[in-house]
Nanobody, 122 residues
Framework: QVQLVEFGGGLVQPGGSLRVSCAVS????????MAWFRQAPGKEHEFVAA????????DYADSVKGRFTISRDNAKNMVYLQMNSLKPEDTSRYYC???????????????WGQGTQVTVSS
């Protein structure tokens, strides 16, 4: 069983930057493909980005491509999402997710954190 705890969310102005982090415990991070999802009020979970076990592959939703960067540090058991050029429509609760299979982590991951709120507003 793996546990995921997100932190680093907050209020940021449009055009600003923010990095959210995910601390992983319980199992070695290198065993899991990782992803970030987001969910705005009244909407479904939306895939944001995914990263493979050693970071060699990343995938992004079209809506964040070129603005967001997912990364991982297996030695520190940490996963990050760097968000630049933020827009009001990026306002959501951001969730870290994990799965043993890369294809599953982009669609229906087995493990989820509790989320961290990101609000983009002036």
């Amino acid at each position: 069983q793996v546990q995921l705890v997100e932190f680093g969310g907050g209020l940021v102005q449009p055009g600003g930057s923010l990095r959210v982090s995910c601390a992983v415990s319980g199992r070695a991070l290198s065993m899991y493909a990782m992803a970030w999802f987001r969910q705005a009020p009244g909407k479904e979970h939306e895939f944001v980005a995914a990263i493979s076990y050693n970071g060699g592959r990343t995938d992004y939703a079209d809506s964040v491509k070129g603005r967001f960067t997912i990364s991982r540090d297996n030695a520190k058991n940490m996963v990050y999402l760097q968000m630049n050029s933020l827009k009001p429509e990026d306002t959501s609760r951001y969730y870290c997710a994990a799965d043993r299979t890369y294809s599953d982590v982009t669609a229906s991951p087995d493990y989820w954190g509790q989320g961290t709120q990101v609000t983009v507003s002036s």
